[in-house]
């Protein structure tokens, strides 16, 4: 399995990516906003374009679909109730359908709701696994609920699915967050001082060789996997004194949420 990362450089700092298999050159384009930017980079490495993911409905991530079939004729897949928000959906899938790459590549679809209610994330079937993330999980974040999604859902997700992930998975998320994410998780954990050193390295990234963290990464940085520190809660308890001395792991998830809405 190849795997290209696309940064767009738009105001949304997406990302998007192609898949490609190594023996046939047939590639997937996951969320291809920039279709130009991904047909581009197909061309470079003399891929085939034939199949668009979409992990979800949002404009930003189904944009460039059509410029995308224009283009190649390639068939879009998207979450199985997700077909009346995006048109011309080939084909539905759901939790445990594999999306085959010419001859090598398999990737499973994880059902992973939260910030959209039909949204899919993308496990290859690798050695060393990868995570597409679309805007579930974020380098150092997760996703907001804005926009038809809920966050009990989105603790849900992480805490069923995401938490029993393999330590050396790699995280490719639709955007790049980063920095502001760090600044999130040392505002909730001060003394995190692996997040504060990830933070000065990483900085001043070029996104266009942006940063890919492992789960075990996230672990250490991401406020969202950290629901059980001490610092954490006791930054929360200065906040919302009504959680208590010994919250529960949802209720500190929520909280974290709630607040990452407005920081």
């Not at 190594?22 to 197909?42: M, N, V």
């Not at 997700?82 to 899938?93: C, E, F, L, S």
């Not at 610092?231 to 792991?249: K, S, Y």
Request: glycine fraction near 8%; charged fraction near 20%; aromatic fraction near 8%.
């Amino acid at each position: 399995m190849i795997v290209e990362q696309v940064w767009t450089g738009n105001a949304y700092r997406n990302f998007n990516y192609l898949v490609a298999c190594p023996e046939t050159g047939d590639a997937l384009a996951i969320d291809p906003l920039d279709f130009q930017k991904c047909l581009a980079a197909a061309e470079k490495h003399g891929w085939t374009i034939t199949q668009i993911l979409n992990t979800h409905e949002h404009g930003d991530h189904t944009g460039g679909n059509n410029g995308m079939v224009n283009a190649t004729g390639a068939s879009i897949i998207a979450h199985e109730n997700a077909g009346d928000r995006i048109p011309n959906v080939a084909r539905g899938v759901g939790a445990g359908d594999v999306i085959k790459v010419g001859n090598s590549v398999d990737l499973e679809c994880l059902d992973t709701p939260g910030h959209t209610m039909s949204h899919i994330c993308l496990l290859s079937k690798t050695d060393q696994p990868a995570l597409f993330s679309g805007d579930t999980l974020f380098n150092a974040g997760a996703g907001n609920c804005h926009n038809g999604g809920h966050p009990s859902e989105l603790y849900d997700t992480f805490e069923k699915q995401l938490e029993k992930l393999p330590d050396d998975t790699l995280i490719y998320p639709g955007h790049d967050y980063l920095i502001n994410n760090l600044q999130f998780t040392l505002d909730r954990e001060p003394d995190n001082e692996t997040a504060r050193q990830m933070l000065a390295r990483y900085g001043n990234q070029d996104p266009t060789d942006a940063l890919v963290t492992t789960l075990a990464q996230e672990r250490e940085v991401n406020t969202f996997f950290r629901l059980d520190s001490p610092a954490v809660i006791a930054r929360l308890q200065e906040q919302f004194p009504e959680i208590g001395d010994n919250p529960d792991a949802r209720s500190v998830f929520l909280k974290l949420r709630e607040l990452r809405n407005s920081w």
